[in-house]
């Protein structure tokens, strides 16, 4: 699925670099989670590692047919982790 960036989310980025949440993106292991944004808009995030293993979360949203628009990423945070680690244990 094709995935665009806005350029106010690359620079929203802190600590995570672009192909980073190209690597999570396009990882084997991916574990789709719906949420909601902080501003009420319904998002898609997706749980996954990046090539050395880093977990990340990175929000999308699908604005026309099979396109995303990548609205941020962010590290997991400990509970997080141990979720998505009890999650890749079942897979």
């Given at each position: 699925m094709p995935y665009e960036w806005e350029d106010?989310?690359?620079a929203a980025l802190l600590?995570?670099?672009?192909?980073?949440?190209?690597?999570?993106?396009d990882a084997r292991r991916?574990?789709?989670r719906r949420a909601v944004s902080a501003?009420?808009?319904p998002v898609l995030t997706v749980w996954s590692r990046t090539?050395?293993?880093?977990?990340?979360i990175?929000?999308?949203?699908?604005?026309?047919?099979?396109?995303?628009?990548?609205i941020g990423a962010r590290e997991m945070a400990d509970d997080e982790l141990k979720e998505?680690?009890?999650?890749?244990?079942?897979r």
């Open positions: 106010w989310a690359l600590g995570i670099e672009p192909y980073e949440v190209w690597q999570a993106l991916r574990w789709p501003t009420g808009v090539v050395a293993g880093r977990p990340l990175v929000a999308v949203y699908q604005t026309t047919g099979f396109t995303w628009k990548v998505f680690s009890r999650w890749e244990e079942t």
